[in-house]
């Protein structure tokens, strides 16, 4: 029987920061969210409620009220805050955080909205309360990377594909 080779240091560590990644997004309950403003193009950021569906992408629920939907209808390239909540003494920058871009789509067929809203519901009740609503709408993120921020020194940006095969 022939020796398997030994993974790298380097590729334990990324596989470590991947599962870092997906751990924090599985805690989080909510994003900061960016977009670019559609009157004039400047950074705009708010805040939302986030589920993950079982493939890992990030799903909001967005009123078309909401200046952040005009902006991700104008340009769907946005980008998604999470932290992981762990703020040992109480300072946020001491916890996992983890940014991630792509670009964000509406979901229309009515098995997607209804998967959707069962997961999204089952975390945030309150939601049930607007979510059928004919102003709100099912929006998920097609992630293209994630930038982990982990502690002093452990930064590292990883392609989605590192951390979303992780789900399946």
Same mark, same amino acid.
């Given at each position: 029987m022939a020796d398997q080779p030994q993974p790298t240091a380097e590729a334990t560590r990324r596989s470590d920061d991947a599962g870092e990644v997906l751990r924090v997004l599985r805690q989080a309950r909510f994003a900061a969210l960016a977009t670019l403003d559609a009157a004039d193009g400047a950074p705009f950021a708010s805040l939302v409620n986030l589920a993950l569906l079982p493939g890992g992408m990030p799903l909001i629920l967005i009123s078309t009220l909401a200046r952040h939907t005009a902006n991700l209808? !104008?340009?769907? $390239? !946005? #980008?998604?805050?999470?932290?992981?909540? $762990? &703020?040992? *003494? *109480?300072?946020?920058? #001491?916890g996992s955080r983890v940014t991630l871009t792509g670009r964000f789509g509406q979901l229309a067929g009515?098995?997607?909205?209804? $998967? &959707?809203?069962e997961i999204f519901v089952g975390l945030h009740p309150a939601a049930a309360g607007y979510a059928g609503f004919g102003d709100f709408g099912w929006w998920t993120m097609q992630v293209d990377k994630a930038h982990l921020v982990a502690g002093f020194g452990r930064i590292r940006t990883l392609p $989605? #594909?590192?951390?979303?095969t992780l789900t399946r």
């Open positions: 209808r !104008a340009n769907a $390239a !946005a #980008s998604l805050l999470v932290t992981d909540g $762990a &703020a040992p *003494g *109480g300072d946020p920058l #001491s009515d098995g997607e909205i209804e $998967a &959707a809203r $989605a #594909s590192d951390f979303l």
